[in-house]
């Protein structure tokens, strides 16, 4: 397991490498606020503010659900963490929210909040499919000869960056797997591919990815009750904790293919721990946050 989960301290797992290279670009262009958008349970809203607090920027959250404006008592441990952390958080409607990636809402935006580095949701953009490099660089010190490679899903740009960054200089034939968080996940593949650089499954390349979509648990926040047998059996023995939303179903998947004896003897394989562990409930009954279908 890469214990990306230990990279920060503040800024855990595959979001201190996909907000380093946009703090540093934010610092050049002498921007002091950035503002992002995510859900009331958002990883990338938690990891953003932490970020700002850290690295000394003010911070906007353009946060989805108005219903939560007036209504602090409602709001999720994400959300009373990354307001003590400075971050300034603005309630949007559902319909308003879908105007995020707008050009014309987001030259509003940057008019009401002059000098901001706008980060989309999920954080995921070009400067942070870069930040992978240095994961792909550290695995391969740290165990050369992987030859698999598997990776929670949720908007795909953690898949695609460690598929880029894998493809820059192919040692050896490798397979990246992606195991979706969220239902009806395929529409994703057309941008990891994009993103990547990458078309799924394409024999001229030695990196190859594919996206599993089995896995998905009964979609975003929900879970099964084979997940969290999977993930009860993985923190006992081996004593790694797992976040309910993302790196537990990347571990069933991957159990569970193990399990079809769908991974080739002697395979080298990864699983990538990609932190989320903030968004963990305090005590261990996770039932009380993630619904099992
Ligand atoms: C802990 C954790 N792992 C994995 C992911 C999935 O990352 P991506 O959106 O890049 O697919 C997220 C996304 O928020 C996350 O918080």
């Known amino acids: ?155 795909g740009g953690t898949l695609a960056g460690l598929v880029k960054m894998s493809q820059r200089n192919p040692v050896s034939v490798r397979a990246l797997f992606g195991i979706a968080t969220l239902n009806q996940a395929d529409y994703l593949r057309e941008s990891i591919s994009h993103l990547a650089d990458n078309r799924a499954n394409t024999a001229h390349h030695s990196v190859t990815w594919q996206l599993l979509t089995q896995y998905s648990s009964g979609g975003y926040a929900k879970t099964t009750e084979a997940c969290l047998a999977d993930q009860r059996w993985f923190e006992t023995n081996f004593g790694i904790l797992l976040d309910p939303i993302y790196t537990s179903k990347m571990v069933h998947g991957f159990l569970e293919e193990m399990r079809l004896q769908r991974i080739p003897p002697n395979s080298k394989v990864i699983l990538y721990h990609s932190g989320g562990l903030q968004g963990r409930p305090e005590d261990t009954d996770q039932e009380n946050e993630v619904k099992t279908d």
């Open 1 to 155: 397991m890469k214990r990306d989960d230990l990279n920060h301290p503040a800024i855990q797992g595959n979001k201190w490498h996909k907000l380093r290279l946009n703090l540093d670009q934010a610092r050049k262009q002498g921007t002091l606020r950035l503002i992002t958008f995510g859900g009331a349970y958002s990883n990338h809203i938690a990891a953003t503010a932490a970020a700002a607090k850290t690295f000394g920027f003010e911070t906007v959250g353009m946060i989805r659900g108005d219903e939560l404006a007036n209504c602090p008592q409602k709001w999720s441990p994400t959300l009373l963490t990354a307001q003590a952390n400075g971050m300034q958080l603005h309630f949007m409607s559902r319909q308003a929210y879908r105007q995020k990636e707008d050009p014309a809402f987001l030259r509003q935006l940057q008019e009401d909040f002059p000098n901001s580095f706008i980060l989309p949701e999920g954080g995921t953009n070009e400067l942070a499919i870069q930040g992978f490099e240095a994961v792909i660089d550290q695995l391969d010190q740290q165990c050369p000869t992987w030859s698999h490679l598997y990776t929670a899903v949720g908007t």
